[in-house]
């Protein structure tokens, strides 16, 4: 007979099985971690995209109201000629189709600004305000009072384009009645 010994075998979940199982787990909450780090850069990436757009809509917003405001700057002469030349028309003259014609004209032009969202800033009798109105002297009137108007000053929405050019009164209203 043949002796055969026997020798324990070593049991599976000895020692080696719980550094493999803590080994598995270290390596399943790096993965979490990883995981958890690139759902963040995702969302810092979306917020920094999501703010480009942003940015680049309002550049373009901006850039729109100033071409805007240089078109209706660059306008506002012709109205300007037109209004001096129909100031200018004598009497006489002032029913003639031609002096009509160039009335249709500044009306056409005061049409298209309107619609561009152009305003005229009215000055005439209100208080002297710096920031729409500019001041080129005084004259007899109520003190701070606009008393004439000698270029019409526009608004483009709560931008003002062109100030009014005025003269604002001295407080010497007794040589005006």
């Known amino acids: 007979m043949t002796e055969e010994r026997s020798t324990p075998m070593a049991p599976e979940d000895g020692p080696s099985q719980d550094a493999e199982a803590s080994s598995a787990a270290e390596q399943i909450e790096a993965l979490r971690g990883e995981l958890e780090q690139a759902r963040q850069q995702q969302l810092r990436a979306l917020a920094d995209y999501q703010n480009l757009q942003r940015r680049a809509q309002e550049e373009r917003t901006e850039f729109g109201r100033f071409q805007l ?97 005025v003269m604002v009164g001295d407080g010497d209203v007794a040589t005006t009645l």
């Open 69 to 165: 405001t240089a078109t209706v700057m660059n306008i506002l002469p012709v109205l300007d000629d037109l209004e001096l030349a129909l100031d200018a028309v004598h009497e006489g003259i002032k029913d003639d189709p031609w002096v009509d014609g160039i009335r249709l004209v500044m009306q056409k032009f005061q049409g298209v600004l309107e619609a561009a969202g152009v305003k005229e800033i009215h000055a005439l009798s209100q208080p002297f305000n710096p920031e729409r109105h500019e001041a080129i002297g005084s004259a007899p009137g109520p003190q701070n009072e606009v008393v004439r108007v000698l270029r019409r000053g526009y608004m483009l929405g709560e931008r003002v384009v062109r100030p009014a050019m």
